[in-house]
């Protein structure tokens, strides 16, 4: 069935989709979004239940493997040494994120130039700082000026409390000597355009049921649909249609109730994520473009990224206020982040302090080291840890490499019999190297801070938040995807806005970074729409 | 509708074996995850876990067996160190026994209300009321302001 043509599609409405959205919608087009997942109640998060650590790790589990959900599409990882995480719905990933919110830094843009590996953006920290701005504004953001690992910039609320942890944490860098700061945290430590406060749920990674969590079905979109903008939920995109001289034509769709839809567009942007995208692309195949659209250069699905995780746990003699508050938002460490070669890797990590565990995630964690035997000795053994961890992760910097990739898998389809992406990945040696280094380092804060006991994971499998690099941006042609506003090579009416478009992976949280590009790419779109389709 | 396995229909078992799993903490403020009316969750849970539900419930079979063997009342009749005897005698021949059933019964039990109470947490869902949160400590902040601006 055909639809009325819009003048802008948008495929995917989390963090990126929902940005673009809003920042295009006044350019006078009609536009329109499809997002395969639904509107997610905020009365369903399992927050609002007592045995909400249970749900969590059920329909609303970060991985797609685990949820099983309609709108979820499977992800073949069986090559691949981290999971990708996603979520599927109005607000994508930013529903079960942990809202952690640094900035890429200004070096993070020309690591080439500085330290002789990867590649350059073709843009920079300063093209991009107003959209930062603009994004902390829209998203809601809390947090303490004056950082000296950024260039100065003032979020629009103050910092969130540290809480018993936290402070814990920091006293243990301040003794160092290490870099610390409370961290910018897409959390509101006010009432803030509607939103309430935190309350310190504790449970950001499965949905805020306060709304104090900046979700983009809560952020970006209200305020999007107030501008005419149109979302379709249920929608699964299976490929993007060509014109006979190959520019985007609109997309084939399934629609809630299954049945196939055609959509045309004027402009087609893609907000899948580094996955999504290049499956996408890939399942695009068409004469015009025999390997996939937008793959001239045969980079689409190629150099992808995660960020390699590791988790380093401090076991305390005191109570530290449990899980209480916000998950991953008391402070961050820039001590490690650039490059020093003395340390035998090039460039660098940061830490994000992360909270204690809850009861059951209490009892599951004990179980799996040994903590927390069944029989004689359990109670013991819980109460030796209960309220008594807290943490750091190792943000390390990924760097791209054409050999981890994301393709189609030769047999495994989503319910729509839409081929499945597959990924292979493996760490670098650098990564290992990398991990390895903050390990130790990570023990090194966490005894300082008085912790009796440190316990490391080196390598968190299930942690592939972050999914960056599979349609990489650049000026040139044969080495990118897009150009340096997004805008796909092989089609000039075709852009993408999500992680894929990175070009190195920083070692921080991306989706500031993504926003702001988002941002930044529509308006672009609007600064060259004369001539646009030259 | 599954049929329930003949040793979670067992209440007597149930609560016998998951006192052994989980028992009562010596100062009385923890229950035994036995007395708490968990069977039938556990029941519903194990019948939906492809992995774990098939080798549990055959090592619950097999010590509910070994059992009746040592004493034709049942597992429930045995003085607590011999339950314990039961359980490990099972272990070998069901190595998947106690990490799937912990796997389940660790988080039905510590999400118990009156196991939140025991531990001194509010018996409620985080939402609406939320939780108190240390402030920053001042000091650590007077040392931040310190640091100069780039």
Avoid at chain 1, 104 to 119: E, L, Q, Y
Avoid at chain 1, 205 to 234: F, H, N
Wanted: aromatic residues 8%.
């Amino acid at each position: 069935m055909a639809n009325e043509p819009v003048g802008v599609l948008i495929v995917g409405a989390g963090a990126s989709g929902a940005a673009f959205a809003w920042r295009i919608a006044d350019m006078g087009l009609r536009v329109l979004c499809l997002e395969q997942g639904p509107w997610v109640k905020q009365s369903d998060y399992p927050s609002n239940n007592i045995d909400w650590e249970s749900r969590g790790m059920g329909p609303f589990a970060t991985s797609p493997n685990i949820r099983k959900l309609p709108a979820d599409y499977p992800v073949n990882e069986q090559d691949s040494a981290i999971s990708p995480l996603m979520f599927n719905a109005v607000g994508g990933s930013t529903i079960l994120w942990a809202a952690h919110f640094p900035r890429f830094t200004p070096r993070d843009f020309r690591v080439k130039s500085d330290d002789g590996v990867a590649d350059d953006w073709p843009i920079d920290y300063q093209t991009l700082e107003p959209y930062f701005a603009i994004n902390d504004r829209m998203m809601g953001v809390s947090g303490l000026p004056g950082d000296p690992a950024y260039p100065y910039h003032e979020p629009p609320m103050p910092p969130l409390p540290l809480g018993k942890s936290g402070n814990v944490v920091a006293a243990g860098f301040q003794k160092l000597g290490w870099h610390w700061w409370p961290s910018d945290s897409a959390v509101t430590s006010r009432e803030y355009e509607g939103r309430a406060p935190c309350i310190n749920l504790g449970s950001c990674i499965s949905g805020c049921a306060q709304g104090a969590k900046a979700s983009t079905d809560i952020t970006y979109w209200p305020a999007a649909l107030r501008k005419g903008v149109e979302i379709r939920t249920g929608c699964r995109v299976r490929e993007v249609t060509v014109r006979p001289d190959g520019m985007a034509d609109g997309v084939l769709y399934y629609d809630e109730e299954g049945a196939l839809q055609e959509q045309k567009a004027e402009i087609v942007v893609l907000a899948c994520n580094g996955i999504g995208t290049p499956r996408l692309l890939l399942n695009s195949k068409s004469p015009q473009h025999p390997d996939g659209l937008a793959n001239s250069s045969g980079l689409v699905g190629k150099n992808l990224m995660f960020h390699p995780y590791a988790a380093i746990l401090g076991i305390f003699d005191e109570p530290l206020g449990g899980r209480r508050g916000p998950t991953g938002c008391s402070l961050w460490s820039h001590q490690f982040y650039e490059t020093d070669r003395s340390r035998g890797f090039v460039r660098g990590y940061s830490f994000e302090a992360v909270r204690g565990f809850a009861p059951a995630q209490t009892s599951l964690w004990g179980m799996a080291r040994g903590f927390v035997p069944w029989g004689e000795g359990h109670h013991q053994g819980f109460a030796r840890i209960y309220d008594r961890t807290t943490g750091l992760l190792a943000i390390t910097e990924d760097l791209p490499e054409e050999a981890n990739t994301v393709t189609l898998d030769p047999e495994l389809t989503d319910s729509h019999g839409i081929p499945a992406p597959k990924v292979n990945y493996r760490l670098s040696e650098n990564s290992q190297k990398m991990l390895a280094h903050a390990v130790e380092r990570a023990k090194e804060a966490l005894t300082a801070a008085g912790a009796v006991e440190t316990l490391a994971e080196p390598l968190m499998s299930a942690a592939g938040w972050h999914l960056m690099g599979t349609a990489r941006m650049g000026k040139d042609p044969k080495t990118s995807v897009v150009n340096e506003w997004g805008r796909a090579h092989d089609a000039r009416n075709l852009f993408i806005i999500d992680g894929s478009i990175f070009v190195t992976a920083g070692g921080v949280n991306p989706t500031s970074t993504i926003q702001a590009l988002a941002l930044y790419v529509a308006d672009s779109i609007k600064k060259n729409i004369e001539t646009l389709f030259d | 509708m599954t049929e329930t396995p003949a040793p979670l229909r067992d209440s007597a078992f149930v609560q016998a074996l998951f006192d052994v799993v989980i028992p009562p903490s010596d100062d009385g403020k923890l229950p035994g995850a036995g007395s708490l009316g968990l069977a039938s969750t556990l029941a519903a849970q194990l019948e939906a876990d492809p992995v774990f539900g098939p080798p549990v419930q055959a090592g619950l079979q097999a010590v509910y067996n070994a059992a009746l063997a040592r004493d034709p009342a049942g597992f429930a009749a045995l003085p607590p160190q011999a339950r314990v005897e039961v359980v490990e005698s099972q272990l070998g021949a069901h190595p998947m026994l106690m990490i799937g059933l912990t796997l389940h019964l660790y988080p039905a039990y510590y999400q118990h209300p009156r196991v939140l109470e025991g531990l001194g947490e509010p018996p409620r869902p985080p939402f609406p009321e939320g939780y108190d949160l240390e402030p920053t400590d001042p000091h650590l902040l007077e040392h931040l302001r310190t640091q100069p601006r780039t």
